[in-house]
């Protein structure tokens, strides 16, 4: 009888064990139903602790952070981030947001990737510009990583108040005068990351971030050093949604997450630190017109859904307003570092006078001695465009525009304004347009009327001006600054 009850309790203890032991086993691997899918993400969430493994859902998402861009150089809608409304907080267009965000911190690594979401189109009812942008829906993580140089940081740009700074006034142009020639150049999606095997691309097609993070700024700076110009024009948008550089209120706007139109690196900072180490000046292009090859970055500009991808023809008071703070916010940034603008995309009867007080007054908020310029007219003689501008535009392909003095003076008789006219070293992007001779000898003219030339000079993805225009520079520089 003691020998049953023995074995019995054995046997009840062994049970116990085995249960335990298999309890464990369970913890430890649970099944795969456990995952769990919605309609509108898949979060897949990797955890390294040791030895020890836990992954709770699966990722299938292959986009990366940049939303790839098709050879014609603007992102199609289905793989750009779909517009936030920042008045509340939610998704107001219909959009396929396939977007990729990986973050590394200590040994945890998440990725979260959004499937498609459909909602309902509502951009009309948008009622975001004016003088303040609402702070409802502030997204305070995306904030923490905008640079904060100068005045507008991550919270502040929220608070831009384009009233807060002085009236604009026409500052003094000696220093562009004693400049006498400088040189452009561009950093551009659709030109340096499209795929293709030329000068420019390189072969390479890669993010945005990834693309403006290879531009060597240090041997571009020698390069310019070489060629003498006294400034140089840094164009970081034209076209389509892609800057190079961080713009807070743009994202905000959009709805986008830094890297993904707004490069992460202020390329325009790193590059006028660099220039000013060897006595060079920096101004900026910038448009008036924006991102009009995109239509969801218009729509969330302007507050107006638009049916077409390209499709832009309204500037309205919303759009005026909002790409005002986008100019405050850089303008408040590089302060008395950033020289000058040089605003293209304001031919035709885009702008009222009123739209470039504004564009003017936020230009001038960081440096009120900044000298602007704004392109009214294309492909035409140096004119008087508007009373908001300290030097005119101009723009030609060939040398053929000459200064009869320093000033030009309006129709009306009301202002004067710096002669300057911009002029492409390469006009067709294959080689040398103009000849060194040719070229020293358009310069010396202008500068004898105390004009002022810039050579628009093509730039590779990373940094180096075109060799043949380099060579053509340098003879400028030998004949011209001694």
């Known amino acids: 009888m003691r020998l049953m009850k023995k074995a019995l309790l054995l046997l009840l203890v062994l049970s116990l064990l085995l249960m335990g032991l298999t309890g464990c086993k369970e913890d430890k691997e649970p099944p795969e139903s456990s995952a769990v899918t919605t309609t509108t993400a898949d979060d897949a969430t990797t955890e390294d602790v040791g030895d020890d493994t836990t992954t709770e859902a699966e990722d299938t998402t292959t986009e990366a952070d940049t939303p790839t861009t098709e050879d014609s150089g603007w992102v199609p809608e289905d793989t750009f981030p779909t517009y936030i409304d920042p008045t509340v907080g939610e998704d107001t267009t219909t959009a396929t947001d396939e977007v990729t965000d990986t973050t590394t911190e200590a040994d945890t690594t998440t990725t979260e990737a959004d499937t498609t979401v459909t909602t309902t189109t509502t951009l009309g009812a948008y009622t975001g510009g004016g003088l303040k942008l609402p702070t409802t829906a502030k997204d305070t993580t995306a904030a923490d990583t905008q640079p904060t140089q100068g005045g507008a940081g991550s919270d502040e740009v929220d608070e831009l108040d384009l009233t807060a700074y002085p009236e604009p006034q026409q500052a003094n142009t000696d220093w562009f005068v004693e400049a006498g020639y400088?040189?452009?150049?561009?950093?551009?999606?659709?030109?340096?990351?499209?795929?293709?095997?030329?000068w420019f691309a390189d072969g390479q097609k890669t993010t945005w971030d990834e693309c403006v993070n290879g531009v060597d700024v240090e041997k571009f700076a020698d390069q310019v050093?070489?060629?003498?110009?006294?400034?140089?024009?840094?164009?970081?948008?034209?076209?389509?949604?892609?800057?190079?550089?961080?713009?807070?209120?743009?994202?905000?706007?959009?709805?986008?997450?830094?890297?993904?139109?707004?490069?992460q690196r202020d390329l325009p900072l790193d590059m006028m630190n660099a220039l000013a180490e060897r006595g060079v000046r920096f101004m900026l292009y910038f448009t008036g017109d924006g991102p009009w090859r995109s239509n969801l970055a218009f729509s969330a500009l302007s507050g107006k859904s638009f049916p077409n991808a390209i499709c832009n023809t309204e500037w309205n008071d919303t759009y005026v307003q909002n790409w005002s703070k986008m100019i405050l916010e850089l303008s408040l940034r590089y302060g008395d570092k950033l020289a000058g603008w040089f605003f293209d995309g304001m031919d035709g009867t885009k702008f009222t006078e009123e739209d470039l007080y504004w564009f003017a007054r936020a230009a001038k908020a960081g440096n009120p001695n900044s000298l602007l310029s704004f392109n009214g007219a294309h492909w035409t003689e140096p004119v008087c465009y508007t009373q908001y501008e300290d030097y005119s535009f101009g723009e030609q392909f060939g040398y053929t525009y000459l200064p009869d003095g320093r000033y030009l003076t309006s129709k009306d008789g009301t202002y004067q304004t710096q002669w300057h006219i911009m002029a492409y070293l390469d006009g067709d992007q294959t080689g040398v347009m103009h000849t060194a001779e040719e070229t020293i000898d358009y310069i010396s003219k202008i500068m004898a009327k105390q004009g002022v030339l810039t050579l628009d000079v093509d730039l590779s993805r990373y940094g180096t001006i075109r060799p043949e225009h380099l060579e053509v520079l340098r003879e400028v520089k030998a004949a011209i600054r001694n």
């Open 182 to 198: 400088g040189i452009m150049v561009h950093i551009r999606q659709d030109t340096h990351n499209k795929g293709t095997d030329d």
């Open 225 to 263: 050093a070489e060629t003498g110009a006294g400034y140089v024009i840094l164009c970081i948008q034209q076209q389509d949604q892609f800057f190079a550089a961080p713009i807070r209120h743009y994202e905000r706007l959009v709805g986008l997450k830094p890297g993904q139109a707004c490069a």
